[in-house]
């Protein structure tokens, strides 16, 4: 019924920057906080940054001051601006939405997650 759609991954070198992007389609009813957790090998996934649907903002303290959590509500879109990546970045990102459906009352949805690799 949801889909979350990443994109913007890849491969950067350090000091680099990027964008991801998640866009949520189907049965939406009203979307709550957006956010962007990342799981690197052999570690838990984290949360990197949330934002909820007024545009208040929370970051994981390693990447305060160098990334940037946005949302655009009419587009049920959000995005993460990376820059002056470091290679203890390199992780899978996921995106996360808190939704409710039509059908179903709020719970988290994922996506299937994006690759970010930052070369030293």
């Known amino acids: 019924q949801v889909q979350l759609v990443e994109s913007g991954g890849g491969l950067v070198q350090a000091g680099g920057s990027l964008r991801l992007s998640c866009t949520a389609s189907?049965?939406?009813?009203?979307?709550?906080?957006m956010g962007w957790y990342r799981q690197a090998p052999g570690k838990q996934r984290e949360l990197v940054a949330s934002i909820n649907p007024r545009g208040s903002t929370n970051y994981a303290d390693p990447v305060k001051g160098r990334f940037t959590i946005s949302r655009d509500n009419a587009k049920n879109t959000v995005y993460l601006q990376m820059n002056n990546l470091k290679p203890e970045d390199t992780a899978v990102y996921y995106c996360?939405?808190?939704?409710?459906?039509?059908?179903?009352?709020?719970?988290?949805?994922w996506g299937h997650g994006t690759q970010v690799t930052v070369s030293s």
């Open positions: 189907g049965m939406i009813f009203n979307i709550n906080a």
């Open positions: 996360n939405a808190q939704i409710t459906t039509w059908s179903e009352v709020e719970r988290d949805y």
